[in-house]
């Protein structure tokens, strides 16, 4: 791969991962009018880290000289959101989706420099995505292979 | 009663040596072991079968751990398995030689501590690795490095 196919690849990448936080971001911010609680709480947390892991891949991209790719006005649930229980489940999907992304990116990029705090993103999100799995009551509570398309 | 060896048996020996030395030489024209270095993965895997026995044994030792721990012995086990694969994909002679067991673990006074201690180096490790990788391996590592790194934070 030359050095330009590489730097593509990693800024595809890196758009993908940017286009999952701004789906999750809507995602916590359509949960968050269902969710009461210590459930609230952990949403509002979680919608804090994603904001912080948007703001890195943006920053990223901006270094690397590209357009950071933005968020769609809406996204289609996969299940209809109408309580708390199905506001629990579209945060799992979303955190899924978003290890799916951060592995895809560890994938695509060879840079230390993209690769350790895609790392990061997967580790830390591994353990978001298992406390709305327990939630959920979906086991095992910690994905087994973080990222793969079936996590278990 | 005689203090040296009979003469015959240092020849067969070289013989034997001979003949085991042909298919090792031919191996190594295929190109995978042309890298003296150990794959790094086979550390992980080691890792993963010695966590999963951990677990097994803490289990054995307090039946009231199987409800926290029985999950992390299956992804062990399932780490262990999908990293062994990688590992015999690159190396197929790998395949006729089954890693050795992992030595018994010892559990020490707090079993789910030395369990959650267990977890984190392996994570750590994984991680340590998974950054240096090719593309077509730091997938399977990186989640090994982010699965055994939340069971550290889980099972704390």
Redesign the interface.
């Known amino acids: 791969m030359s050095g330009a196919e590489a730097r593509q690849a990693a800024i595809d990448g890196l758009q993908a991962a940017l286009a999952t936080e701004h789906a999750a971001l809507w995602c916590y911010s359509l949960a968050a009018a269902f969710l009461t609680g210590p459930a609230a709480d952990q949403a509002d947390q979680d919608a804090r880290d994603h904001l912080r892991l948007r703001s890195a891949v943006e920053r990223t991209l901006s270094r690397l000289g590209a357009r950071a790719v933005s968020a769609q006005p809406a996204y289609a649930t996969p299940e209809p959101v109408v309580d708390a229980d199905s506001a629990a489940g579209l945060l799992r999907v979303a955190e899924t989706d978003a290890?799916a992304a951060w592995?895809?990116l560890?994938?695509?990029s060879?840079d230390?420099a993209v690769?350790?705090p895609a790392?990061n993103a997967?580790?830390e999100?591994?353990?978001r995505c298992?406390r709305w799995r327990v939630v959920t009551g979906t086991?095992?509570?910690?994905?087994?292979?973080?990222?793969?398309d079936d996590p278990t | 009663m005689s203090a040296t060896p009979p003469v015959g048996v240092p020849r067969r020996r070289v013989l034997v040596a001979a003949l085991l030395a042909v298919p090792a030489a031919g191996g190594c024209s295929f190109g995978s072991d042309a890298d003296d270095a150990p794959d790094p993965l086979i550390a992980l895997a080691d890792a993963a079968r010695a966590d999963a026995g951990l677990a097994r044994a803490a289990i054995a030792a307090d039946g009231a751990l199987a409800e926290a721990l029985q999950p992390l012995v299956d992804a062990r086990a399932a780490h262990a398995a999908a990293l062994e694969a990688e590992i015999t994909r690159l190396d197929p002679d790998r395949a006729a030689t089954p890693p050795a067991p992992p030595p018994a673990p010892a559990l020490g006074r707090d079993p789910m501590a030395r369990v959650r201690e267990a977890c984190e180096a392996s994570g750590a490790a994984a991680a340590a690795a998974a950054v240096a990788l090719p593309a077509e391996r730091i997938g399977l590592v990186a989640a090994v490095a982010a699965c055994c790194s939340t069971y550290a934070v889980v099972l704390g």
Do not use: C, D, K
Request: charged fraction near 20%; hydrophobic fraction near 45%.
């Open positions: 290890l592995r895809s560890l994938e695509r060879a230390p690769r350790r790392l997967l580790v999100g591994t353990l298992a086991p095992p509570a910690i994905p087994v292979f973080p990222g793969r």
